[in-house]
DNA sequence: TCATATTGCACAATCGTTTGTTCTATGCTT
DNA sequence: AAGCATAGAACAAACGATTGTGCAATATGA
């Protein structure tokens, strides 16, 4: 295609210097190496002129860098993973990088497929959020010296930096507040089991619940989707033992249970309470607006990056797993049940 | 980094072949080329083996394909482009290219800066969604031979080829919809002025209402963003002649009013009816479901891929411009008012 | 049996950079 | 004036693949 393009071989030759000198120059070697003021000038003016642009292919082979890295995360069509993008993908951009992007649909072939494409590109590093709890394909990169981060999801017992939100936490204080608020029926819908945020978000409903002597436990649910949602939330709703409130571990759950909700014509908060993990503008609009977990998301894109621009220039930083503090977001969604007292 | 990778010499090293013919086996030439049956299985066993995986660097440098498309949009955080983005990415992946995402934060520098950055990388076409109505630098790469297709966005009277909605057809869906409700005050908050999506919808607009001989035209607003759709809204509602409908011509412009008809407790659709371009799932949970103009984002993201892709392989397709219809999703904003008969 | 086809594969150039090393002036020192 | 330092720049070898062409060895045909 665009194949008339200029090359430094071109500017060595209008310029009568050589490749090796252009090439240092316009890397900004020129001191290093005592290129002088004269040539320097020529060089830069025409490679200006001619509009020249380097080959990132040709400097990638030789160098091994390719200034590229990637972004692997669920789904793009989750709020919440978009706004991540988003976020990383602006920090990127300023440090001259590009990143890739991988959608692996919440499948974890997909996202080992996404991985072996990315190997053969020579990207610098990996920010992932892995959609399950399988992480040998991760490790196995990471092992090699790829510098990898997750981010949101993440890897206990591994040696993998991460950076998340302290999901415990954020669990304990939606639940708490649940029972603050009277309730003692608090139907829980989870995601993917295994994964860490979820293992430990289940912990901190049930230390909430425990701490205050509840027996009642409720916990259903696989999947970090819409159709989860919709689908517990139907069974909730069949129970004897019904459910005075609702705690989803993701918007997409909540979403979910919304629509079980409205199609049963049950009202929140009136008929049932509402929380959830995750916070997005949109919330606020909902016809009840939806009390939430606000997990750092800006913040969380900014370490992660951060971190990874670390470890791609080798500079050791001494930050391998973090995890950030959550917001209560309290809105409307949460009716005060005087029932018990 | 991950250096000690094995390379295509090392295969022909252990098979005793040359790398020529290790290259022709494993890009799937060997009938071509007329390799031996026993030479070719000895090369793909070693290379599964030894899980060879091919240096793209070194390939594209030498055949000037990248494998790798760019896709452009004006915001990840706007749900519409996430939608497409991901749709896209998955379209990509699954023929074995990657996607390369900017987000140019609905600014038209910082959109010609990631341009740039692309340049340099050999990317083989762009699938964009220009954030402005400025196109020099779009013209430039795309008379260069670089495929590009514009989504969503486009410009009308270059020969860059588009994939859009038929934007006029779904403005005066809208309008006429609301004055079949009986409204006759209708204001519309626009985006990009200059931008073609915007200016056919405005002539959506206007056509409908001239339709029905209505003589009051209230058009305010300057960009697609939640911050226009507040400001306007907020400056409406002091209007003496106070619409009775507002048509808002981006989701998130849709949700800068609702967050202005919210603070100065003006309900939806009681006390003014809403609508708006593009639909998004959470519009149904709202406080009212918002009715709306939907996108075919699917079918766009599908049949812009399909015809980067067709450039790429340079059979000519003959698509240059395709518009959609959009669909009109009356759900509950849109109030029946009968004061006019 | 000899000429010609065909099969199977390797040589070596090439893509556009980067970079360790070398080389030649010129200037400086004493 | 001889010796050495330094400034300024070029040589040429990589990086790891792809590919036009050439060259044996074997098969085929008359």
Redesign the interface.
């Known amino acids: 295609?665009?194949?008339n393009r200029i090359k430094i071989n071109d500017i060595a030759q209008l310029t009568g210097l050589s490749t090796t000198t252009v090439s240092r120059v316009l890397n900004g070697k020129a001191k290093q190496y005592r290129i002088g003021k004269e040539s320097q000038e020529k060089i830069k003016k025409i490679a200006k002129e001619l509009n020249y642009?380097?080959?990132?292919?040709?400097a990638?082979?030789r160098t091994?860098r390719?200034n590229?890295i990637a972004l692997i995360v669920p789904?793009?069509?989750n709020?919440f993973f978009?706004?991540i993008?988003?976020n990383i993908?602006?920090e990127v951009?300023d440090k001259?990088y590009?990143?890739?992007?991988?959608?692996s649909?919440e499948d974890v072939a997909?996202e080992k497929?996404?991985l072996?494409?990315?190997?053969?590109?020579?990207i610098?590093g990996i920010i992932i959020v892995p959609c399950g709890n399988k992480w040998a394909h991760i490790k196995e990169?990471h092992d090699?010296?790829?510098p990898i981060v997750c981010i949101d999801r993440y890897f206990d017992n591994l040696d993998i930096p991460f950076v998340s939100t302290d999901n415990h936490h954020g669990a304990y204080l939606a639940t708490r507040h649940l029972i603050e608020q009277g309730h003692t029926i608090i139907a829980c819908i989870q995601g993917v089991k295994e994964s860490t945020p979820n293992k430990l978000r289940i912990k901190g409903y049930l230390d909430a619940l425990s701490e205050s002597g509840i027996k009642d436990i409720l916990i259903t649910g696989d999947e970090f989707s819409?159709h989860c949602g919709y689908i517990e939330t139907k069974l909730l709703l069949q129970q004897k033992n019904k459910p005075t409130a609702i705690f989803t571990l993701s918007n997409t759950i909540a979403?979910g249970a919304?629509?079980a909700l409205?199609e049963e014509r049950i009202k929140i908060p009136d008929d049932i309470s509402l929380i959830t993990f995750d916070d997005?503008?949109?919330l606020?609009?909902?016809?009840?607006p939806l009390s939430c977990v606000a997990q750092p998301v800006t913040d969380i894109s900014k370490i992660a990056t951060k971190f990874l621009f670390s470890e791609i220039n080798r500079n050791k930083m001494p930050l391998p797993k973090i995890l950030l503090k959550p917001n209560l977001n309290i809105k409307e969604s949460v009716k005060r049940l005087n029932s018990r007292y």
Request: glycine fraction near 6%.
């Open positions: 295609m665009t194949h642009i380097p080959n990132q292919n040709a990638n082979l091994g390719s590229t789904s793009l069509n709020p978009a706004n993008a988003s993908n602006n951009r001259g590009v990143t890739i992007v991988g959608d649909d997909t497929l996404i072996q494409q990315l190997s053969s590109r020579n610098e990169l090699q010296g790829l819409f979403m919304m629509k409205k997005h503008p949109y606020d609009y909902l016809a009840t």
